[in-house]
């Protein structure tokens, strides 16, 4: 089973992407799901995350404000729309599952990722 991130692409400084990470599976609604992103040279980094039903929601302090997690769990579905995009957003961006029930920053709790989708922001 693997989650499959989609979405990404090239925007322009302030502009916006919404992203979106299918996972079919049959224990989706069960457990929390997270956004992390990795940029070149840097160590991946936690970006949101959302409790199993969508109810609480965790953020990165930089991108708050600016992005929003969703869910949608009939679809098996997570969403991350990204506004007001900066340069310093560029990065692939995935997504994961962890068996935790509540939303986590914890990048060692998540136990399930996607293969990663690439945001570039042009100045």
């Known amino acids: 089973v693997q989650l499959q991130a989609s979405g990404g692409g090239l925007v322009q400084a302030g502009g916006s992407l919404r992203l979106s990470c299918a996972a079919p599976?049959?224990?989706?609604?069960?457990?929390?799901m997270g956004w992390f992103r990795q940029a070149p040279g840097k160590e991946r980094e936690f970006v949101a995350s959302?409790?199993?039903?969508?109810?609480?929601?965790l953020y990165q302090d930089s991108i708050k404000g600016r992005f929003t997690v969703s869910r949608d769990n009939a679809k098996q579905t997570v969403y991350l729309q990204m506004n007001s995009l900066k340069p310093e957003d560029t990065a692939i961006y995935y997504c994961?599952?962890?068996?935790?029930?509540?939303?986590?920053?914890?990048?060692?709790?998540?136990?399930?990722w996607g293969q990663g989708t690439q945001v570039t922001v042009s100045s």
């Open positions: 599976l049959r224990t989706f609604s069960s457990y929390a």
């Open positions: 959302i409790d199993k039903s969508g109810v609480s929601t």
């Open positions: 994961a599952r962890t068996r935790r029930t509540t939303a986590t920053r914890i990048v060692g709790v998540y136990d399930l």
